[in-house]
């Protein structure tokens, strides 16, 4: 009996450790049991995903900062407050040992939550139907005089309204940030008359005051945050593209997670948006991934559409080289090839290079509009 009552604490010690680690485990497990099942993802995504998503970002649109910098700065703050006291508690304490494991204990079920959570309230949407599926939009192969076509396309347009933006006295790109965020919650309206699944609440995007110059330098222009349901943008990127990043950004919140379909979604949002700034951004945006694989296939053909690049889009094309051309290096290197292992473990088989996957997205839904001549 004495011996019995002397045990009850330690057992007691052990289970509130054991018993959130079990219920970790059980929610990830089920999570990989249950996500390939058919039409599985696709409920779970409509109906628990997706709605608290909208619910987090909904609550915290009120509040003007990004909040995700905010829990980023946070969670730094957190970890080096919790391991020097781990330290100090474990030089402290008698049974060291003990102490030392305690507390790496907790610290990994607390990094286990946070990864459980994102299974469930972000990882599960990329198990979902594509919006390739959804749409009935097939990117096939693409052949090369149609993604000539379609390049030129891009390219004109894009050159049209290129002089129709505010610009400075050196025609660089002029117009103000807070008026590309203030126009943002609309452009999606023209889309959605076309592709009704894409509707829903769309919120304005954050600016990143803090981390801004640290994404240009891992090389990401903007992030979708499903902690709190933010879209969040980099405000040192160039301005000229920053429009069609807010789209990119924006997609996410609509539903749609493959990032080759929100490069596509971004900018056929842009095309369609009855904003001349965003529909410049989205064609330069669109004419950067399609010159980029035109160049691939067939570099004389890309020469030949080169020459077309003139005027003010000339001038932001050349903005947004010069600009990332400093950011290249390890850094941005090990952003990439940690990134890729990301969006591979999501199912996206492309890992970065997904990104310009759009392109076969592109040439199918804008080939007929190519060679008709229409704008």
């Not at 018993?19 to 929610?27: E, K």
């Not at 600016?207 to 891992?218: A, Q, T």
Request: charge should be negative; include cysteine; aromatic fraction near 14%.
């Amino acid at each position: 009996m004495e011996t019995r009552e002397k045990s009850r604490p330690a057992l007691y010690k052990y289970l509130k450790y054991l018993i959130p680690a079990l219920i970790l485990a059980a929610l990830a497990a089920l999570y990989y049991i249950l996500s390939p099942i058919p039409g599985f993802a696709d409920a779970a995504a409509d109906h628990f995903s997706r709605p608290v998503k909208n619910f987090l970002g909904t609550v915290l649109s009120w509040i003007p900062f990004s909040v995700m910098e905010l829990e980023y700065v946070a969670a730094g703050v957190f970890v080096l407050v919790y391991i020097v006291r781990t330290v100090v508690l474990t030089v402290k304490a008698e049974k060291k040992l003990r102490v030392l494991l305690r507390r790496c204990v907790v610290l990994l079920l607390i990094v286990a939550a946070f990864f459980v959570t994102f299974l469930w309230i972000f990882s599960i949407d990329y198990r979902s139907k594509s919006f390739e599926e959804k749409s009935g939009i097939e990117a096939g192969k693409v052949e090369t005089e149609d993604l000539y076509a379609v390049t030129k396309y891009f390219i004109e347009n894009a050159a049209a309204l290129a002089p129709q933006v505010p610009r400075d006295g050196e025609g660089h790109w002029a117009q103000s940030l807070d008026g590309v965020i203030k126009d943002s919650p609309k452009i999606y309206d023209g889309l959605t008359e076309e592709f009704a699944f894409l509707s829903g609440p769309t919120r304005a995007p954050k600016k990143m005051y803090l981390f801004s110059r640290l994404s240009s330098w891992m090389g990401f222009t903007g992030v979708y945050f499903p902690y709190t349901g933010e879209s969040n943008i980099n405000i040192d990127a160039p301005g000229c593209l920053i429009p069609s990043t807010v789209a990119h950004e924006l997609a996410h919140q609509h539903g749609v997670y493959a990032e080759q379909e929100a490069n596509f979604v971004g900018i056929a949002a842009c095309l369609t948006s009855g904003n001349t700034v965003f529909e410049y951004s989205g064609y330069l945006c669109g004419a950067i991934h399609l010159s980029n694989a035109l160049y691939s296939a067939d570099r004389e053909a890309w020469r030949e559409l080169s020459a077309l690049i003139t005027g003010p889009m000339l001038t932001d094309w050349l903005d947004n080289n010069a600009y990332w051309k400093q950011f290249e290096g390890k850094v941005e290197e090990v952003s990439s090839k940690v990134y890729d292992g990301y969006l591979k473990a999501q199912g996206q088989p492309l890992g970065i290079r997904s990104y310009g996957a759009c392109v076969d997205l592109l040439v199918a839904y804008y080939l007929d509009a190519a060679v008709g001549g229409g704008a």
